[in-house]
């Protein structure tokens, strides 16, 4: 079991709830502590005293983040045989991607998130646990690629502009179809 963030304080949820909604907008690079501060009525100030730097928010926006998918694993984790826990996860994943389907060009392509992910051992750990959860025994390069594969599809499907009208039930349904045949599960 990976280790869990502590809980963050309503007033540190607040600002990493706004900085998580204007990343996913304007990229980290393009959000200012002054553009935080705006969202949620307060000072810049008042958000300097709960983060001493912009790079404290983004670790902690990407904590929430993994501590969202920590929970996706602990719960499919918990289902059972091998076999039900892939499913499980598959759904969760699937769910969390659409549920957050807004954040997810934030979490797979600002050159910000995906250098500190890169080098992040928090990240590490949860990615190899997501991956023997849904590989299972299956290692190895291509284990590897089928998984980075299926885990880009998910992100990049639920933010590609094709999809952007699409009903959540569609879309969660469409993907949960697509993964199951992906990885030669029945459907």
Known sequence: MVATTPAL?????????AALELFAEHGVGGTSLQMIA?????????VYHQYR??????????????????AVLD???AAGSPDRVREELLIRIVDLAVERRRMESTLLGDPVIVRFFANYQRYRQ????????LMGDDAGPRANVRAAMLLAAIGGAVMHPLVSGLDEATMRAELLRLARRFLDLPD
């Open 53 to 70: 730097t912009k790079d404290e928010i983004v670790l902690a926006a990407a904590e929430s983040e993994l501590a969202r998918l920590a």
């Open 9 to 17: 304080s309503p007033v540190k949820a607040r600002i990493v709830n």
């Open 126 to 133: 949860v990615m190899r646990r997501l991956h023997r959860m």
């Open 38 to 46: 705006d969202h949620i009525n307060v000072t810049k100030a008042a």
């Open 75 to 77: 719960t499919a984790a």
